[in-house]
């Protein structure tokens, strides 16, 4: 995902990785921001964590 933003993707298409229950939002958001791609801020039920 990182590789496609640096490339000028405006967006990323995530939903396949999370099927197998390896990968959360939460942990694929931790490794974007830790790589410096912004992501939107997170949300559970209405409260930004």
């Known amino acids: 995902m990182a590789r ?3 490339a000028g ?3 990323v298409l995530a ?3 999370f099927h197998q229950g390896d990968w959360t939002v939460g ?3 931790d490794a974007l ?3 410096g ?3 939107r801020p997170r949300q559970w039920e209405g409260k930004q964590t």
């Open 4 to 6: 496609a933003v640096d």
């Open 9 to 11: 993707a405006d967006a």
């Open 15 to 17: 939903a396949s990785i």
């Open 27 to 29: 942990l694929v958001k």
């Open 33 to 35: 921001e830790a790589l």
């Open 37 to 39: 791609v912004p992501v």
